[in-house]
């Protein structure tokens, strides 16, 4: 009798290897991770790492000393680590697939407890920089003068402080995964892999808490976002408009009016208009995917196709923060021109030893900011940057 319960107790035990689980899933879902999570997902992190590096450098040099530029490398260095933490994720749904299996308790832990937890509580600290962004440049624009403090707080602490409040929220993700133990055979090595918590994650506390967190670090600031930018965008137009009038009653004899006028409102309404539309689009897909991710989902094939949409969706969005930069921002080529020194830099060079020509117009400063606002100085000072 005794023989028989501890033979049936290491029947137990024995694992369900990756091998196997992939004969039981869809046989297009290998062909998937491999294109999604093996070609795709490495290329995309790729140009992220080296364009959030460039951020940093760039966003550290003298020149970029400002309130919003403390935020925006804020920013940059939470996209960053997302980027990072996300290779280990794509290389265990490559390789382990969704169990794993690990010689290693220590390597077992992160997949099961760190690995989601620390790869999103990035993705929300690089939100709540936008957001707090967002609303110091919306009161600086749209309510000039009414408040001579950053909303925000000092944003050196505002900036230490997001961080740790958004891991301290993220915190209970760490328990909706268990790590058990196992025999790849009868006799054979001990190996470690992973699970859902079922009882964490049917819990009602989960099951309210996996909304809340998505309505706070998805739904509210992509609401946030487009609704400031939207009034950003309105308060600039306006402002160019009464540019325009002005520039026309001093000018209506020749007619003249200043082409880079109107090439600066429309880069700055299209920056506005497309990046809230990036962001609503690239982090949508994730709020459906992380309240509906289970491990009876994970077997359904049109579900993986939707998991890997979502995951590159969100990691383009917060890769691309340099090359938007480059695209939209003056300022922000003619530092990174002079900080990389490039051989095609020696007009930006020459520049330094030279004053630059002012308009004798006043006009409303913008700066631009990552793919998901764009922030914008108070009116009537300096031209346009963009």
Known sequence: MTERVNASDVEER???????????????????????????LPAICCLGIIGNILNLVVLTRRNMRGIAYIYMRGYSAAALLAILFCIPFALRVLIHKETGRWSNWSQAFYHAHLELFLGNACLGVGVMMLLALTVERYVSVCHPGQHTRPLCGPPHLTVSLIPLATFLVYLPS???GEITTCLVSSGGPLIYQKRDNLSFMHSVFYQVYKIVLEVVFKVAPTILLAGFNLRIMLVYRRSCERRRRMTLSRTVSSGDEDPRTFAEERRLVLLLSSTSILFLVCVSPMVILNVTLSESNLSLYPYQVFRALANLLEIINYSITFYIYCLFSED????????LQWPWGKSGRNSRRMPMKRSPIPRPTTTTTPPTTAAATPGHVARASV
């Open 332 to 339: 922000f080529r003619n530092t990174l021109i002079r900080t």
């Open 174 to 176: 760490v328990f909706r």
């Open 14 to 40: 024995i694992c369900l290897l990756p091998e196997e689980l992939e004969i039981l899933e869809d046989p297009r879902t290998a062909s998937l991770k491999r294109v999604c999570y093996g070609i795709v």
